[in-house]
């Protein structure tokens, strides 16, 4: 009959793993050098990152990762200038056409020092502020703030003045100042890079949450490896400002030698793997990169 297919229906397989995948972000041969610079931050990045994806951002200081982190919220090139060659799409929005101050509605942002972002007297004004500036009425803001405040765990110090709360407290504050304004990406600069260890653990729960709970996509700079193996499941590793590894977790750290020969670590377990396997010759299928894992491991190995 006219008009009907005679193909069998596709499977929905397809489909669905299609919906699992949207890309979120997409840098196309990007590269970038700040003013002045003779050497660019970034050369030749391509990367994808889609929906709902915890990104790792792994490089040593210097390497370009707040540099690539600008150029999702689209601060660079529009409000930090430079030689910009290159695309790069959020949602497919192409960040050079895009409005900054539209773009920080879909692209939210956190930095390594909490205290910088603070400036307000109390906890529900400082998450009030991102709110005024999108124009929301004051009325529809208490509830806002409730949600945002509860995500984070700082429920009940609305009065709270920001500058007595500990380190970890501020952060998840920057959190939910960002979160307030319903980001559909967050992204993080080495968030816990300037707090105590029990801040730091706070942090990253948060972070986790938004990703699993929420369904953000999350896009994290951080060092610490053993929580990029908890966490992440994309790792991108930048060095001299360029992509050098992009895979899964477990892709990124079983190339030990090549992250050790730029002078990064991998996770412990991974380490102890490894060498298991380079000084008495233990056949590893994959390595581990948590504790879990290494169990498994530790009890294939050793059983007989
Ligand atoms: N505002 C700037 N002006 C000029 N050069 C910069 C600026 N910010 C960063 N850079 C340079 O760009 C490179 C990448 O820096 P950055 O993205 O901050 O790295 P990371 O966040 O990995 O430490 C470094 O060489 C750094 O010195
Ligand atoms: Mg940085």
Same mark, same amino acid.
């Given at each position: %009959?006219? *008009?009907?297919?005679?193909?069998?229906?596709?499977?929905?397989? $397809?489909?669905?793993?299609?919906?699992?995948?949207?890309?979120?972000?997409?840098? &196309?041969?990007?590269?970038? +050098?700040?003013?002045?610079?003779?050497?660019?931050?970034?050369?030749? #990045?391509?990367?994808?990152?889609? @929906?709902?994806?915890?990104?790792?951002?792994?490089?040593?200081?210097?390497?370009?990762?707040?540099?690539?982190?600008?150029?999702?919220?689209?601060?660079?090139?529009? %409000?930090?200038?430079?030689?910009? =060659? !290159?695309?790069?799409?959020?949602? !497919?929005?192409?960040?050079?056409?895009?409005?900054? &101050?539209?773009?920080?509605?879909?692209? !939210?942002?956190?930095?390594?020092?909490?205290?910088?972002?603070?400036?307000?007297? +109390?906890?529900? =004004?400082?998450?009030?502020? !991102?709110? @005024?500036?999108?124009?929301?009425?004051?009325?529809?803001?208490?509830?806002? /703030?409730?949600?945002?405040?509860?995500?984070?765990?700082?429920?009940?110090?609305?009065? &709270?003045?920001?500058?007595?709360?500990?380190?970890?407290?501020?952060? &998840?504050?920057?959190?939910? +100042?960002?979160?307030?304004?319903?980001?559909?990406?967050?992204?993080?600069?080495?968030?816990?890079?300037?707090?105590?260890? /029990?801040?730091? @653990?706070?942090?990253?729960?948060?972070?986790?949450?938004?990703?699993?709970?929420?369904? %953000?996509?999350? #896009?994290?700079?951080?060092?610490?490896?053993?929580?990029?193996?908890?966490?992440?499941?994309?790792?991108?590793?930048?060095? @001299? *400002? =360029?992509?050098?590894?992009? $895979?899964?977790?477990?892709?990124?750290?079983?190339?030990?030698?090549?992250?050790?020969?730029?002078?990064?670590?991998?996770?412990?377990?991974?380490?102890?793997?490894?060498?298991?396997?380079?000084?008495? $010759?233990?056949?590893?299928?994959?390595?581990?990169?948590?504790?879990?894992?290494?169990?498994?491991?530790?009890?294939?190995?050793?059983?007989?």
């Amino acid at each position: %009959m006219a *008009g009907e297919s005679l193909l069998p229906p596709l499977p929905n397989y $397809g489909y669905k793993n299609m919906a699992k995948k949207k890309p979120v972000i997409e840098f &196309r041969n990007l590269t970038f +050098s700040y003013q002045l610079q003779e050497i660019p931050a970034l050369k030749n #990045i391509n990367l994808t990152i889609y @929906e709902g994806e915890y990104v790792a951002i792994l490089g040593l200081n210097g390497a370009g990762k707040t540099t690539l982190q600008l150029c999702i919220n689209g601060v660079i090139p529009n %409000m930090i200038f430079g030689d910009f =060659e !290159g695309d790069v799409l959020v949602n !497919g929005l192409n960040t050079q056409e895009y409005p900054t &101050r539209e773009m920080a509605k879909i692209v !939210g942002m956190v930095f390594d020092n909490p205290e910088f972002q603070l400036t307000q007297t +109390s906890v529900a =004004e400082e998450v009030a502020l !991102g709110l @005024e500036n999108l124009g929301i009425p004051t009325v529809e803001m208490h509830p806002i /703030i409730e949600d945002a405040l509860e995500t984070v765990g700082l429920d009940g110090l609305q009065e &709270r003045s920001p500058f007595a709360l500990s380190g970890g407290q501020q952060q &998840r504050l920057a959190i939910a +100042s960002a979160l307030a304004m319903k980001p559909q990406i967050f992204v993080m600069d080495e968030p816990t890079s300037n707090i105590d260890p /029990i801040g730091k @653990e706070e942090v990253i729960a948060v972070a986790a949450k938004l990703n699993k709970e929420k369904h %953000m996509t999350v #896009i994290l700079a951080e060092h610490e490896v053993e929580v990029i193996a908890q966490f992440a499941d994309h790792v991108i590793v930048i060095h @001299e *400002g =360029e992509i050098i590894l992009d $895979g899964t977790p477990h892709e990124v750290f079983a190339q030990v030698e090549k992250l050790e020969k730029i002078g990064l670590r991998v996770p412990q377990v991974t380490e102890f793997a490894y060498r298991l396997e380079k000084e008495y $010759g233990v056949k590893v299928k994959e390595y581990p990169i948590k504790i879990d894992e290494a169990e498994q491991f530790a009890a294939d190995t050793f059983k007989k």
